[in-house]
């Protein structure tokens, strides 16, 4: 068997993200070291797979290979979702209402900015572990919000994530108490970064 190509991720750099309001400094660094153990752990599961496939033991009655596979899908989710999160994010924001472009999407799909921000804010306080995130169709152009429950379950096939917010406890304690999701989401506003979101529409 020919040997495969081995893949390595490099996290990435957010050193803009900063004195953001509500925030702390502290969170984040805390926040970007687990996200470094979500890209660590990509590679790994990655290699492992690499050597049962170099060795012929790439098989579904194979319950390490099995296993494994069912858990990169978990990692490889945690590392992307934390990279679109810290993307889509800056000191102060870009100002309390999206540009053209996207508010024009959001007007079409909800009917209005106020519309769309009132049922992204309801999807990002549910109980539960996980991320609030508007995607788009790129067949239809819509843009649907959306509940993932840890990092994998619920995701849309195909669509593509415009607004992103992390809403595991990890993003917001001990700025916030547990039972204090609403006012990390308020605080997650006042810093958005609407323009890069808009950067990543069809």
């Not at 068997?1 to 900063?18: E, S």
């Not at 990692?75 to 053209?100: D, W």
């Not at 049922?119 to 609030?132: E, L, N, R, S």
Request: charged content about 20%; proline content about 5%; hydrophobic content about 35%.
């Amino acid at each position: 068997m020919a040997d495969v190509p081995q893949k390595k991720y490099t996290p990435m750099q957010f050193p803009h993200l900063k004195a953001l309001k509500g925030l702390s400094d502290a969170v984040l660094d805390t926040h970007f070291k687990l996200y470094e153990g979500y890209v660590n752990r990509t590679n790994k599961l990655t290699e492992s797979l690499s050597g049962l496939q170099l060795k012929g033991e790439a098989a579904g009655t194979n319950p390490a290979y099995a296993e494994m596979t069912r858990r990169l899908g978990f990692e490889y989710n945690g590392m992307v979702l934390h990279e679109y999160y810290f993307g889509n994010m800056k000191p102060g924001g870009s100002g309390q209402t999206p540009p053209a472009k996207l508010r024009k999407a959001m007007e079409e799909s909800f009917g209005s900015f106020e519309n769309w921000f009132t049922d992204f804010k309801a999807v990002a306080t549910m109980p539960g572990i996980g991320w609030a995130v508007t995607f788009q169709d790129p067949r239809t152009g819509w843009l649907s919000n959306h509940w993932i429950t840890l990092h994998e379950t619920n995701n849309i096939a195909g669509f593509k994530p415009i607004i992103i917010m992390d809403a595991w406890e990890h993003a917001f304690t001990p700025d916030y108490k547990a039972n204090e999701r609403a006012k990390y989401v308020d605080a997650y506003f006042s810093n958005i970064d609407y323009d890069a979101c808009e950067g990543r529409l069809k």
